[in-house]
């Protein structure tokens, strides 16, 4: 337990997907204006990373390790990665037509959202069994919610801030995010991966 | 409290999140609203202007979402509305459908491998962990669903954007 325990934090917050590995950046600006909605599509992430790295791990295991098809690795997870969306979609709606309303939104652009790709490239470069594989991705996408929902948090508070015109919008963003960055460079060193 | 009508977010109702519908179809006294898509820029409140939130939306999808206020409003079909969820409503939604799925799985997944020590095991209990979290989580939606927690209320008309005026994705 303290094995998975360890990969969890590590994934989480040391080695963090958004802020150490700079992967799903373009969503990380593009939907943290506001809370809720980093919040949505931070939550509808987690489900599809986790869902989908289960299959690539069937996958590669099954088919590309074994048939050395290596070079199909991209194309194959990306294909799997559109399956897990549109499984995901198909089940929230019929979980609950409500939630749909609410949280199907986001779904169609987790399918190019590449730290979805990049977790699940970054498992066959690990060589995880299965269970670390998907506790893995599980902590992997937690840690890119969280993310998401501080730096919505922090842009929410810099939209009521009196910035310098020159640097109203992204450029403060970006200087924002580096920060955030260095605060998270202070997990390196709790554990590594 | 913002004056009826107005195209703004309402300061009044803090801890809601708002979101713009068209009426489309008044039924009795119920309307039926279709929700304007949401995109990666947050939706602006000039969205009726642009092509995303005109005519950039699947309408197919769209049509999908449309939800039912109950109660008699005196909507027109064509208007454009307001309408509004609590954030705790928004969590406990992503809660139940994602959240609760994904620890099921990951249990069964942990049992699996704890158990039997095989990945074809984990990946056995990881499977019917995601299909009993399912499971119960359509039955806490049924349940919140049943109490009304789920259904988003109507708060404000709001004009269509004027013809003249600018996209304004940073006020998204």
């Known amino acids: 337990m303290e094995h998975y325990l360890l990969l969890f934090i590590s994934a989480a917050l040391v080695s963090n997907v958004v802020l150490m590995r700079f992967l799903g950046l373009c969503s ?16 509808a992430t987690t489900f599809c990373i986790t869902v989908s790295a289960m299959i690539d791990w069937g996958v590669e295991k099954a088919l590309l390790e ?62 995880m069994n299965f269970i670390e594989s998907t506790v893995f991705a599980f902590a992997s996408s937690l840690g890119y919610s969280l993310v998401m929902v501080l730096f919505a948090g922090l842009r929410e508070r810099l939209a009521l801030c009196n910035v310098p015109r020159l640097f ?4 403060i963003g970006f200087i924002t995010a580096s920060l955030l960055a260095l605060a998270f460079m202070g997990f390196s060193g709790m554990s590594t991966n | ?3 009826p009508g107005s195209t703004f977010p309402d300061s009044g109702t803090h801890g809601l999140i708002e979101g713009f519908a068209r009426v ?5 006294g119920r309307a039926w609203l279709e929700p304007e898509e949401t995109t990666s820029c947050g939706t602006c409140h000039s969205a009726g202007l642009c092509s995303i ?35 705790g409503t928004l969590l406990r939604g992503a ?27 984990a990946a ?33 008309k709001a004009y269509a954007a004027p013809s003249d005026a600018a996209c304004h994705p940073e006020h998204g």
């Open chain 1, 168 to 171: 109203a919008g992204p450029p």
């Open chain 1, 28 to 43: 990380f600006m593009g939907v943290t204006t506001r809370v809720d909605t980093a919040l949505g599509m931070g939550a």
């Open chain 2, 24 to 28: 489309v179809a008044v039924d009795g």
């Open chain 1, 66 to 127: 074994p048939y050395d098809l290596g070079y199909l690795r991209t194309v194959t997870f990306i294909l799997v990665i559109a399956a897990a969306v549109q499984f995901t979609e198909a089940v929230v709606r019929k979980v609950s037509p409500t939630m749909f309303q609410m949280l199907g939104i986001y779904l169609p652009l987790i399918t190019t959202n590449c730290a979805v790709l990049g977790v699940n490239l970054l498992l066959v470069e690990g060589k």
């Open chain 2, 124 to 156: 056995a209990g990881a499977v019917a962990g995601l299909v009993l979290g399912l499971g119960l989580a359509r039955l806490v939606a049924n349940h919140l669903s049943a109490r009304g927690v789920l259904s988003p209320r109507f708060l404000r």
């Open chain 2, 95 to 121: 809660a139940t459908a994602y959240g609760l799925p994904l620890v099921t799985l990951l249990a069964g997944g942990i049992l699996g491998q704890e158990v039997y020590r095989t990945d074809s095991m």
């Open chain 2, 53 to 87: 939130g005109k005519d950039g939306g699947n309408a197919k999808r769209l049509a999908a979402k449309r939800f039912p206020l109950p109660g008699d409003l005196d909507l027109r079909v064509g208007e454009r509305v307001v309408v509004g969820i609590s954030e």
């Open chain 2, 1 to 3: 409290m913002d004056a």
